[in-house]
C-alpha cells in the first residue's frame, strides 16, 4: 500500500490505544462485571430474534431514542443516538470542531484528542492540576478566544475524580455561544451526578451518556446524547444514517422498557469500590486516588511489573503510566465482589513481596 495515499496526518496519528489481554479477572475496560440480568436480558433476546433482518433501521433509532427521552424526561427531538458514544464523539468533532479547535484537558478520554487530529481541527488541552484538579482559570482563558468544542468529562477519566456542579456551569456559560460544551457523563450514574440541568439552560451545552457502563451493554454499543432540538437536528447531519442495526435497537429498546436493575448494580459497584479502596490504601507503596467513577486510579513505583505480576495471577488491569502527569499509574475496573477479593489478594501479595525486597534492601546496607 503506497502510504502516499494516505493523509500525513493521519499517518502521524498513533491508533487508539488498547491491548486486548486474556485473563480470568477483566478489570480494565471500566466494563460492568454483571451481564444484564434474566429474564430481562432473554426477552431482549427474543425480540432481536424477531427482528425483520431484511429490512433497514429507523434512520437514527427513532424507537430508541423514544424510551430514552422516556428515562431521561426529555424531548425526543433533543436526543441523538448513536452506536456507541464514540461515535457521537467524532459526529460532534466533525460537526462543531472542524476547521475549528477541540478544548479538553490534559490527560482525558483519549478520543477527543484523537479525532480531533483525525479531523484537523486545532487540538487545544490544558493539563490538569495538582491532584488532578480542574486547571479552571486556564480552561476559561482558553475560552475567551477562537471557537469549537470543549470535551469536559464529568466525572473525569481516567482520573477518575468529580467535577464540581459549580465549575460544570461556569465553563457551560463561559462556552456559550462560540463553543459547544459537551459534558460527557459516562460515568455519572457512579458518581450520582447528572448535568442535564445545565445542557437545559446553556444554549450550545450537550450531555453525552453511555449504556456500556452503569446499563452493563458495552458489547450491545448505544451512546446517546441530550441536548436542544434544535442544536441536535445538526448534530444528527454527522451522524451517518442507519448505523444503529435493528439487532441494536430490538434488544436496547426492550432492555430501556425496565432499567430498574441499573440502580441496584450501581449501588453495588459504588459499595464495593468503597471496599476496595478502603483495602487497597491500607498497603504499602501504593497511591489511591479519589474516584466517583466505577474504576480507581492508582499510582505505584513500577507500574509495568505490577501490571504484569497482576497478569500472572490473572488480573488485567489498565496501564495509563504513558499518560500525560500520570506515571506510574494503573487503572483498575471495580468487578464483582470475588474479582475484588482477588484483585486485593493479589495486590497484597505483590505489594508485600516488593516492601519485603526493599526492607531486606535497606538492612544490607544499614
Ligand atoms: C469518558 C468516556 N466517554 C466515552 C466513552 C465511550 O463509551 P462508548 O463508546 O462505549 O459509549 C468512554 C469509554 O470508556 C469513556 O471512558
Known sequence: MSRMAIRPDVEAL?????QALDAAVKLDQNESPWDLPEPLRSRALERVARAELHRYPAMHADGVAERIAELEDWPVEGVVVTNGSNVL?????????????????????????????????????????????????ALLAELAQGEGVHFLAAPMAPTGNAVSAEDVWTLARAGTPRWLTVIDEAYGPFAGSDFSNVVRDVPGAVSLRTCSKAFAMGGVRLGYALTDPGLAVHLRKAVLPFTVSALQAALVETVLEDPAYVRSRVERIVAERERVALALRTLPGID???????????????AAALHAGLLARGIVVRRQDHLPGLHGCLRISIGTPAENDALVAALTAELGARSAATERTEESHA
Open 14 to 18: 498513533p491508533a487508539y490505544r488498547f
Open 89 to 137: 464523539i467524532q459526529a460532534i468533532v466533525i460537526a462543531a470542531g472542524l476547521g475549528r479547535r477541540v478544548l479538553s484537558v490534559a490527560p482525558s478520554f483519549s478520543l477527543y484528542a484523537l479525532q480531533a487530529r483525525l479531523l484537523s481541527a486545532e487540538l487545544r488541552e490544558v493539563p490538569l492540576g495538582a491532584g488532578f484538579t480542574l486547571p479552571l482559570e
Open 288 to 302: 489511591v486516588h479519589p474516584s466517583v467513577t466505577n474504576f480507581l486510579l492508582v499510582r505505584v513505583a513500577g
